[in-house]
């Protein structure tokens, strides 16, 4: 398959903004994760989403490379106004990403929480090639938006991989301690070391926490 390692899919997962549109087209944007293993590139999307939704609907679904914290933020949330978006062979993708990938979605497997897809590029584009150092308050803002997702739909979402601060005989109280301790990390992390789109995403997303906590 198509290396697309100079669109910014590496090895492992990289954290993306998927884009894709209901058969009406209607578009919608969120953060999802690309598998890439042995050059294949797959999605794990759990149900309940707008994107599964879109990608059962039209199986396309396009990857949006971006290190801006604040667009990771905002399509968790869900407000993206639709000048955010541009076409990109006729489908959604977002004005602001490095690189776009459009891919066609092939079910391969199927499981009570979620369906995984095998991607398939049809077009890529890179719009802007830059290089960039690690930031530790981008990373704490992707953990801290990892952790909102998961909080909102009743810790459903990737928890059989990460289950370093949810043992079962925890009881629900001091598990929302634990959340409560890592969201105020992250925070302290971003406070130190993020620039403002870092910040405004970390407020977002305690705001957000709040709501769903409250
Ligand atoms: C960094 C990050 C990665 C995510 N990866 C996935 C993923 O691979 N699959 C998935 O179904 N949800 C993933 N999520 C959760 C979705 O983004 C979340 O459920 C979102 O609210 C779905 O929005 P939608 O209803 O507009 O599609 C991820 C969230 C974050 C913050």
Redesign the pocket.
Known sequence: MEDLTEAGLREGIS?VIATTQSRAGIP?A????ILNSDGRYH????RG????ANVEETRRLAVNVTMDALL?AKT?I?NLSPSDFSLFHGFPVLKEANSWILFRCNQVEEDEDSLLFMLYPLAVAVIRAGICAINRGLNAV?EA??LV?RWR?GHV?GQGQEQEHAHPHQGEGMQVQMQLARMRDYERIVARCGGRREKEAMQLLMDELYKTHH
């Not at 999605?43 to 759990?46: E, G, M, P, S, T």
């Not at 989403?49 to 599964?52: A, E, F, G, N, P």
């Open positions: 954290e919608n969120a953060p999802v994760g999605v794990r999307l759990y989403s707008r994107t599964i990771f968790l869900g992707i938006a990892i997702s739909c979402y």
